[in-house]
């Protein structure tokens, strides 16, 4: 199959980060894919799919995934399985990391082939059973994505890239790596893996992607993400979260935040801005 990516830096799916507004820029300042964050087959909330991202699933069994991705398969440029997620709500509801079912994994992956000629993907962490999922990714993957962190390291700690290296040896797979990449490594890790995926070093800062295939675009500010935020009609709460995101490196940074924290709705905070 032939992967919908432009280039080989990706946009790595982040909860709560990942909106429409916030893609499109990452898009626009040459990121060779977008993900979305988490979403469940069974949810009510409105999806904005306008930059066609890869659209990233979690869920504990097949239910709704066959009406669901019916329903937005060709909106999106590919499908995710998401088998990484190490948060705490991911624990309690057996999500993410925490889903160890392989029986139960096959029916999922399984179940998304059936429903999609597109891309599809699976992302999962460094585990003891790790080369067992792989075994699944390739009955039903067209490539897999790689953090080489463990279920306890969570964002911490030092990713085991040797481990990585161990996946990419024991699949025919393309294989993205995941973890602690930045403007300054993802080509040298690029010899090792096919594709690459930024998730914190993009966090307000999406010209990165930019910086990596060589343009020179214009400074992204907080007020081309607003614009886009309003267009797309994205809670207060939402542009808030990201407006901090936006203040990483400015000037007198701590004190704009304890500004914008204290704001109430957008006339304040453009006020400020």
């Not at 088998?83 to 991911?90: D, E, Q, S, V, Y």
């Not at 993205?176 to 930045?182: A, F, H, L, P, T």
Request: charged fraction near 35%.
């Amino acid at each position: 199959m032939k992967l919908p990516f432009k280039n080989k830096y990706l946009l790595a799916p982040m909860e709560e980060v990942n909106d429409v507004a916030f893609r499109l820029l990452c898009k626009k300042a040459g990121c060779g894919m977008t993900y979305t964050g988490m979403i469940h087959p069974q949810t009510h909330q409105k999806i904005d799919l306008k930059d066609k991202p890869v659209l990233q699933l979690f869920c504990m069994t097949t239910k709704g995934i066959k009406d669901f991705m019916k329903k937005h398969d060709e909106q999106v440029s590919g499908w995710d399985f998401n088998l990484g997620c190490p948060a705490k709500t991911a624990r309690k509801h057996g999500f993410g990391s925490h889903l160890r079912d392989l029986k139960i994994i096959d029916d999922i992956l399984r179940m998304m082939r059936e429903n999609t000629k597109k891309m599809l993907s699976v992302k999962f962490r460094k585990s003891d059973y790790a080369f067992e999922l792989l075994k699944i990714a390739d009955k039903y993957c067209d490539l897999v994505c790689i953090h080489p962190r463990t279920e306890k390291q969570g964002y911490s700690g030092t990713p085991d890239i040797k481990f990585a290296e161990q996946i990419k040896k024991a699949t025919k797979l393309p294989v993205i790596y995941s973890g602690n990449v930045d403007d300054k490594n993802a080509d040298k890790l690029l010899k090792k893996f096919d594709y690459v995926m930024l998730g914190r070093e993009a966090i307000g800062r999406p010209e990165i992607f930019g910086k990596l295939v060589g343009k020179t675009p214009k400074g992204i500010e907080f007020k081309d993400y607003l614009k886009l935020a309003e267009k797309y009609k994205l809670p207060f709460r939402q542009i808030k979260l990201q407006v901090m995101n936006f203040t990483k490196g400015k000037r007198d940074s701590k004190k704009l935040r304890l500004k914008i924290f204290a704001c109430k709705n957008l006339k304040e905070l453009k006020k400020i801005l």
